[in-house]
Each structure stands twice: as structure tokens, then as C-alpha cells.
């Protein structure tokens, strides 16, 4: 895996808008943000426009990220948020020059897809906080961690343990996201490849059964079968049936993964909840599960 050019005073981030349409004000607070830490700000130019529940049209979204994309002067690319709508373009995406030249994609949600995307293309990304989070506190550790590992520093995460948890010690690549995202992609060219990797998982509003649904879709076509961990982060605002479904969501993906032998650590602070810190998608990372230490450690 590549990683792109870690970033220092004075590099440019683009902040474009793939996916949902954004309020301004997030987009002009990161805007500040950035650029009181040090970096030069590009806002795309459908960045704050509206097309229904998107950004933009397609087609504007996809001449916004594309022209990031190839820009060599451009370092790293902030996602405003996510929403919907990367699924409309994804297959339309040229990666030729990123692919020589890779810069970090940042964002989380549906943002999952580019990262599928720059995986598949041997890039690493970055699964982290956008706009919003930012504009609502910009001091937040999460949003801090961001530009520690875009600077090139080594992250470390522990989390409680819980007792869903399955104890082992595995070092690998990570990769994941949001579960929606991921199950949304089985059977096309994008889908996710987690063989022998760490995959992670989070979503938000989903229906149990939808979730129990996902995972015995990732089951069925052999993808939990082959993991070196799992790693489960937030599912946030999950809903139930008038006739409920009888597990929680730790309780769904536990059920789902009981055959197999790899660690599994349930509650790490990612996800749609404030405290949603960064990843490296494709980073190397060591995950620990034991009685008293859950770890991810990046190496």
C-alpha cells in the first residue's frame, strides 16, 4: 500500500462535496480552521451548491472530486460530509493519476466508498471527522488526531472491554467503514476486500433486521470467514419493529461471527457519535483484546 505524502505547513487541502449537500457555515468553519493550523484551503466549485438531497448534479460532483483528484498541487481531500450520493459517480472515477500520485482522502459515512476506492487502487486513506464535526468543535481530540496522522504521527486507541468481546492479538491491514456503505457494494467491482485484513464496522439509524440482513450477507459470500480481526464501532440510533427483533447490534454481529476464531473488540470510538476518531484505511495497525486492554495501535 502507498501512503500518500504526509502533509506539513502550507499544503493544500480541497474541501469538495461528493456526496449530500452541506450547510455553508460548516464549510467556511473548516475553511478557518484549516487554515489557523497552518494549510491553504480550496473549496471546490459545487462545494455549497444543492441538487435535491445532493451537493450538486452528478456531473458536478464528479468534475469537483475529480479535478482534486489529478490536481497536483493539491495535498489532501476533505469530504464536507456524506449523506448519499458517491454511488452515483464512483463508477465514473479516473484514479490514473491519484494512483501515481496519491494525496489523502478524508471523511467517513458514505465516504466509505472512496475508501474502498483508493484501496482497490493500493492507496491509503483516511476515515476520520469532516465539515460538521469540525464547525462544532474544532478542539475535539478526534479532530486533533486527524492532522497528528496526516503529519505523520502514530496513533494509539483503547477502548472498554465489553463482554461480547473474543480475546487474541493479531497485527494487520485495516479496513472497513460503514456497514451500509460496504453491503451496498457486494457484487460490484468496488466490494470491499477484507481477506486476512482487520476489517472495522459502524453505522447509524438502521433497522436490527437490515443489520442482521448485512451480516449474513457478508457471511454468505465468505468475507467474515476470512478476516485476521474484527474490530466494531459505533451503531448509533439503531431502530427495532413494533415486533422487535430480539438482539441488539453487538449482539447481531456477534452471533454472525461465533464460528470463527479471530479477536473481536466491540465498542472503539468510531463511528456517527462525537468522539469519532480517525483511522488509517489500509494503515498496519496491531489490535489487542484481552481482560483489561482492547487496543489498536498503529504501526
Known sequence: MKTPKYLSKGSKIAIVS???YINP????????YLKSIGYNVEISEHCLGRFNQMASTDDER????QQALDNPEINAILCSRGGYGV?????????????????WILGFSDITNLHLLANKHGVRSLHCQMAKAIHNNSEAECIKNIFRILEGEKISYTFEPNELNRKGTVKGELIGGNMSIIYSLQGTDFAIDCDDKILFIEDLNEYLYHLDRMML??????????LRGLVVGSFSDMKDNASPFGKTAYEIVKAHTAEYSYPIGFGIPVG???DNQPLVEGGQYRLEISDTNC?????
Request: aromatic share 4%.
Open 62 to 65: 464528479l468534475a469537483d472530486l
Open 217 to 226: 450477507n457478508l457471511k454468505m459470500s465468505g468475507k467474515l470467514a476470512k
Open 87 to 103: 454511488n452515483h459517480i464512483i463508477d465514473k472515477i479516473d484514479m490514473t493519476k491519484f494512483a501515481k500520485k496519491p494525496k
Open 25 to 32: 457555515d460548516f464549510v467556511k468553519s473548516a475553511e478557518a
Open 295 to 299: 487496543s489498536l495501535t498503529m504501526l
Open 272 to 274: 456517527h457519535i462525537d
Open 18 to 20: 461528493p456526496a449530500g
